[in-house]
Structures are given as C-alpha cells and as structure tokens.
C-alpha cells in the first residue's frame, strides 16, 4: 500500500482510536512479564546441605557431620560434601567428640547419598529443592530457564512469519491461547522433564508482544477500519482514502516477500546481521542481569521489586530518545551506559553493597531501554511487507541470547564478577555493530526494498581519502 502514511494522516497522532488499541495491546502484554520473570523465583537454589540419617549418631555428631567452607568471607556448610558416614559412627559408638578428640578437617568426605535438606526461609519450595537439581545436577537449573526462552526462540520466528502471512490478530490471538492453556498445565507436571516440556510450551505463548496490528493489501478492509477510527477521533474521512493506491493496483501491485528476501540483498543482509547482533547482545545483557536479582539482596523478592521498578523510568526515556534523538546515537549511549556500569561493580568496595547493586540497576536501565529502542528501530528499516518477518527473526536470533543467559549467571562460580565483565565486554562490542546500522530518524517508513536500500549507513573515512581531498584543494584554480 503505497503513501499509506498520507492517506491517513486526518486521524491524527494520538485521538480516541489510537489510545484504544494501545491499552488493548499492553492487557496483552501483561502475561509475558509474569511468565518470563517467575523464572527468577522458581529456579532460585535455597540455602541447602547433605542430609543426615538420624540412626547411630550422636546429636554433636549429627552437627558435625557437615564440613564447612568459606563462601564471600562468612562460612557456611558445604552444600555438596559430608564426612564419611561410616567413621563418624565409629566415632560416635566410642564417645569421641568431634573438634575435641577427632580432627575434623583431617576426616575423609563423600558426596551427599541421601539427598539434601532446603533451608525454607524464603521459599517453601522451588524447581531445584523440588527436582534436587544442585551439585552432580546444578547444571539443570540454567537448563530450565533455556527451555523456556528456547520456546520463545521458536516462537518469534513463525510469529513474524505467520503474522504477515494470515494476519497479526489471529496470530496474537493464538497466542495467547497457548500461553494460557498451558501455563494452567504446569500445575499437572509430575517430574523435571516434564515440567521442562510444558515450560518449553508456555514459552511459544510468551511471544505476543511482537505481533503488530497493520493490514497488507487488502485496501478495502483497510479503509473500512479507517473510517470507524476517523468517527471514533470525530474527524471527517475523505470520500476515498487510499485512492492513490486504488487507481494505481495495477502498476502497484501488493508486494509479497518471505524470509529468504532478507539475504537476497547484500544491504539488507548487512543490515539484517549487525540488528541480530545487537538484538542478541542486549538479550543477553537484560535477561542475564534479571535472571542474577535474586542475587542482589537477602530478600530476593526486594530484589526483583528494584529490577521491575527501574525498567519504568527506562521506557519513559526511551519514549523521549524515540521522539528527539536519532536512533544510531541513542543505542550507542544505551551500550556505553550499560558497558561501563557493568565495568565499574567489580571496582566497589564489598562494604558498599549499595552503590554495587545501584551500578546493577543502571545497567538493567539501559538494557531495558536498549530492548525498547530496537522494536522501533527495526520496524523502521524494512518495508511493510517485511516489517514483521525481520522482527521475528532478529527477535528469534535475540533469543539466542536469552538461551544463554541464565549460564552466564552461572559463571560466577569461577569468578564473582565474571558475568558482569561478560556482559560489560558484549555491550561495548555492540557499539560498533550499531554505528555501520542506517539511520531512520524522521524518515518516512520504507514500502518496499528499493526505499530500504536508499538508506546510507556510517562510513569511516581513511587517511587515503582525506590525501586526495587535500591534493584536490591544492590543484584547484580557486
């Protein structure tokens, strides 16, 4: 549909029917936060060590049957190791005290055969004391959280391309369904897998936030919809809206392109590499540091309260930056941001556990922003045809990201602040991958791949250039 921004420019920007669709596509978004983000409680480890059979042990034996180690300068009980059961027995039956007549540091030790017992001061019970996946099976606990944001990876990808294929409310209708249906059937999972599989299902729901609302070639449905916005924000609609589109079908026909479409182009391929770069960078930096909040207090859910609240003001400067500020140099000063308060928690003193998890929260901010502006700024490089299928797949590729989130937490099990220098490192990466993008700041929207093209991205100019230039200047006669 071509001058589609023209023809309805009698509506407005903002009147009754704008602000109707833009409350009923948030009720729609609500869900996503509930499911995405119940990971941070449902897959927290709770305080835990080796349990203990009661038989033929004395009760000062039963306290000692734990070594200790020292974890961020406090000890703490091994939660994957106790003394040999059989010795301490032995030591119990003779009447010897441990620290008094036995060495315990001089004892063997052996896995915890008999399980664990879960500290419930937090939680009553969680994915991990559940499923017992601590120690031989820690690696199962990021793995929970992969399966769901693998679900999404999936589902980002056909949701662009179903959704500019049968149109953006059935496939947001969809799924919702599924979201729904099977978050309710979580509550029947009867062990890990399953539960895994059922997470996995609920993460295809979790994608309807990247379903937009626009109607491709089909002119009269459009000008019908048009009119009841035009009553709806009191404005007249002229006699024939998309005329322009109307009288030239033949010589404008509707514009069909599928996904392949994006790599047939050597600028759109560039373009379509460096956004999925970028997309999967701050995936991985948003998810990484909401994954880690309930690290960040002794009350996670303090924690996660902090990580949700910082994300408000994020998408109200993000709202600004869309309307003053080219898009280029918005992301840029998002990376920068996010990159050097990540930097920075590693230099805090661990007496000033305030300013550290203020530094966390500045990176969240611009994550959090970072993520908002790459919705917009995508949909402005590609054509309408395109539009929705190269979201989803720089979403899908984004969730690549997010499948790989919850291992970088992990890695603070070498170095406490590894993931932030991970993350700290892909956001200053990121910068030159989003400074070769095109710009889009206050250009129209493109309608078919020929407009995509015209876009001029960044170009570095070299030493060589500016020697011709300066040999140029001096030959000319002025």
Same mark, same amino acid.
């Not at 939660?79 to 003779?94: E, I, T, W």
């Not at 994550?367 to 700024?377: C, I, V």
């Given at each position: 549909m071509r001058d589609y921004d023209s023809s309805v420019a009698f509506l407005g920007t903002w009147g009754r029917f704008q602000l109707m669709v833009f409350f009923l596509l948030c009720s729609t978004i609500l869900p996503n936060g509930t499911g995405s983000f119940s990971l941070v409680f449902i897959t927290d480890t709770p305080q835990h060590r080796c349990q203990i059979p009661d038989a033929n042990l004395s009760h000062e034996w039963q306290q000692?049957?734990?070594?200790?180690?020292? @974890?961020?300068?406090?000890?703490?009980?091994?939660?994957? %190791?106790?003394?040999?059961?059989?010795?301490?027995?032995?030591?119990?039956?003779?009447?010897? +005290?441990p620290g008094r007549d036995v060495n315990l540091s001089s004892l063997e030790q052996e896995d915890c055969a008999d399980g664990w017992v879960y500290s419930t001061d937090v939680y009553q019970s969680t994915? @991990?004391?559940?499923?017992?996946?601590?120690?031989s099976q820690h690696w199962k606990q990021p793995l929970t959280a992969t399966i769901f944001f693998l679900g999404v990876? &999936?589902?980002?990808?056909?949701?662009? @391309? +179903?959704?500019?294929?049968?149109? %953006?409310?059935?496939?947001?209708?969809?799924?919702?369904?599924?979201?729904? =249906?099977?978050? *309710?059937?979580?509550?029947?999972?009867?062990?890990?897998?399953?539960?895994?599989?059922? +997470?996995?299902?609920?993460?295809?729901?979790?994608?309807?936030?990247? &379903?937009?609302?626009?109607?491709?070639?089909? =002119?009269?449905?459009?000008?019908?919809?048009? %009119?009841?916005?035009?009553?709806?924000? %009191? @404005?007249?609609?002229?006699?024939?809206?998309?005329?322009?589109?109307?009288?030239h079908s033949e010589e404008w026909p509707v514009e069909r392109y599928n996904v392949l479409d994006l790599l047939k182009n050597r600028s759109v391929a560039i373009t379509t590499i460096l956004l999925c770069w970028v997309w999967f960078a701050l995936s991985v930096c948003y998810y990484g540091l909401s994954l880690n909040t309930s690290q960040l207090h002794s009350d996670p859910y303090i924690s996660c309260f902090l990580s949700a609240v910082v994300e408000v003001p994020a998408y109200a400067s993000c709202s600004l930056a869309i309307r003053y500020l080219p898009r280029r140099l918005a992301v840029v000063a998002v990376f920068i941001t996010m990159g050097l308060a990540l930097f920075s928690i590693q230099l805090v003193p661990p007496s000033i556990l305030g300013l550290a998890v203020a530094l966390e929260m500045l990176g969240k901010f611009g994550?959090?922003?970072?993520?908002? *502006?790459?919705?917009?700024?995508t949909a402005e490089l590609y054509p309408t045809g395109l539009r929705n299928t190269a979201s989803g797949i720089c979403v899908m590729v984004s969730r690549t990201g997010s499948c790989i989130a919850p291992f970088v937490v992990q890695l603070n099990i070498f170095f406490k602040y590894l993931p932030y220098i991970t993350l700290g490192a892909l956001a200053m990466l990121s910068i030159l991958a989003t400074i070769f993008l095109p710009e889009s700041f206050r250009s129209p929207l493109p309608e078919s791949l020929e407009q995509m093209q015209k876009r001029k991205s960044v170009t570095c100019p070299s030493v060589f250039r500016r020697k011709i230039s300066k040999s140029v200047v001096v030959e000319s006669p002025l």
């Open positions: 000692a049957a734990v070594p200790l180690k020292v @974890v961020d300068g406090e000890l703490q009980p091994n939660g994957c %190791r106790r003394y040999r059961l059989d010795l301490l027995r032995n030591f119990s039956a003779n009447g010897l +005290l994915v @991990v004391s559940q499923f017992d996946l601590v120690c990876l &999936v589902g980002s990808f056909f949701s662009g @391309v +179903l959704a500019d294929r049968f149109g %953006r409310k059935p496939v947001l209708f969809a799924t919702l369904i599924i979201q729904a =249906v099977f978050s *309710l059937a979580q509550i029947a999972a009867p062990s890990w897998e399953v539960f895994c599989l059922l +997470l996995f299902c609920s993460g295809l729901g979790n994608i309807s936030n990247y &379903v937009s609302c626009y109607v491709l070639g089909r =002119v009269t449905e459009a000008e019908a919809i048009v %009119r009841k916005a035009a009553k709806m924000n %009191r @404005v007249v609609a002229p006699e024939k809206i998309f005329l322009n589109s109307m009288s994550a959090t922003a970072g993520t908002s *502006l790459l919705f917009a700024f």
